[in-house]
């Protein structure tokens, strides 16, 4: 492909030095449309990064565009904090009727604000407000979001240090196969717990990721979250698992820790969780944990009804049946083969790959290799991101809609970027 210099002189002089995501893609998109998006010099880039995840069901999905169309040519309400509302009854109705009670959760639903860090930081405070204790525990390569309390339980450095003020209140335990098995899981967890000289308060909940996105795709076994669950319970600590990423289907279910058949007593959603891209979060949580006074979280923009409206289409066109959880772990295994095969042709390169779902990863030994393959993706039209402690890892989170033959396409560029960059 090639790529004429765009002029990106505007957000060079004007956008802040905080951009990212534009250095890696240094061109000026304009639109999109399902597994798709065009600069305005009309070039087409295969989408494998589908909004960090927001994007489960594509760019401009019609149906879902057609829903919120419909709403805004009405005049239907665009803004209304935690106001009552005919969007927001229609999808709490669906959500309540086609996702939770079929999974046999009868979890309340808090509008904590529209970001995932607004979903973490309501979970962290009401956690703390039941238990009245402050510690959360929460894991290695662990990222929660980038407000101050979010941070905290985040195990990233460089995210960590943009605080400017210590992050406390939050301790790190080794995620699953963190210690490559050379520890039993949670022996040194619980032996703080039980140690009155282990100098650990009491925490009042453990945040974890059944999958993390940004750790570089790190894979919770089923036993290892139900084991987490039991040690939770044992100890009186409440068990928060943030689907932000993995959850809305990317890893197959609805949920990502349905596979482990445990209920967690608060559950962080966002991302694709409004289905078009919208701004939308929800904070869940068993009825007896609803111990806030009104008020007392709150947000301007909880209240999202565009995103009601289109969160509400997407359940009711792909959360109806199983067939989208077939689908994406249909698609899931065409991944993991292409992954293999790369992977075997470069033994002494790749470190690894793995992933479930629609949510994977390829590391490298060389650390900086990762960023190599995606800036010659980017050249030869397929989106990717890199992720990892040291972004050694690339990453790939493709549109649960996208086609078998999108997908082959994007794999068989992944594999060529790869060779080219050797």
């Not at 046999?104 to 930081?121: C, Q, R, S, Y």
């Not at 059944?210 to 044992?234: H, P, S």
């Not at 995103?307 to 997407?314: D, I, Y």
């Amino acid at each position: 492909m090639t790529i004429t210099q765009p002029d990106l002189s505007v957000f060079e002089t004007v956008e802040s030095e905080v951009r990212s995501y534009c250095r890696g893609w240094p061109t000026v998109f304009d639109r999109a449309q399902g597994a798709h998006m065009y600069d305005e010099d009309g070039h087409t880039y295969l989408d494998f990064f589908a909004g960090a995840g927001s994007l489960n069901y594509g760019h401009n999905n019609p149906v879902l565009k057609r829903a919120l169309l419909d709403y805004l040519e009405r005049d239907g309400v665009t803004h209304g904090l935690d106001m009552s509302t005919t969007a927001k009854r229609a999808f709490l109705e669906t959500f309540q009727r086609t996702i939770l009670a079929p999974r046999g959760l009868d979890h309340k639903v808090m509008f904590p604000g529209p970001t995932g860090t607004n979903a973490v930081e309501a979970a962290l405070k009401l956690a703390r407000k039941v238990k009245g204790r402050e510690s959360i525990v929460s894991f290695t390569n662990a990222f929660h979001g980038m407000s101050l309390g979010s941070l905290a339980v985040t195990g990233n450095a460089f995210k960590r240090a943009g605080a400017g003020i210590p992050l406390v209140h939050g301790t790190p335990m080794p995620f699953d196969d963190y210690l490559d098995g050379t520890t039993a899981d949670f022996v040194w967890f619980e032996r703080l717990l039980e140690d009155q000289g282990s100098g650990l308060n009491k925490p009042a909940a453990v945040i974890v990721e059944t999958v993390q996105g940004e750790g570089g795709i790190n894979v919770a076994r089923a036993d290892w979250l139900r084991a987490l669950q039991d040690l939770c319970k044992r100890h009186d600590m409440l068990l928060i698992v943030d689907d932000i990423q993995m959850g809305c289907g990317r890893t197959g279910p609805f949920f990502s820790f349905e596979d482990a058949g445990i209920k967690p007593d608060i559950i962080t959603l966002s991302k694709s969780i409004g289905g078009y891209g919208l701004p939308m979060a929800l904070t869940l949580f068993k009825p007896e944990l609803d111990i806030w006074a009104p008020g007392e979280h709150n947000g301007t923009f909880r209240g999202n009804n565009p995103a009601f409206v289109t969160a509400t289409a997407a359940i009711e066109t792909y959360w109806n049946d199983a067939q989208m959880e077939k689908q994406t772990l249909a698609r899931g295994e065409q991944v993991e083969q292409a992954l293999r095969a790369i992977a075997e042709e470069h033994s002494e390169a790749v470190a690894g790959y793995r992933g479930r779902g629609l949510a994977w990863g390829l590391e490298f030994h060389d650390k900086d290799r990762a960023g190599q393959i995606c800036k010659r993706a980017f050249e030869l039209g397929l989106l990717l991101e890199d992720c990892g402690p040291q972004s050694e890892t690339v990453k790939l989170l493709p549109s649960l809609t996208i086609t078998p033959e999108e997908l082959d396409e994007g794999l068989r560029t992944l594999a060529r970027a790869v060779r080219e960059t050797a």
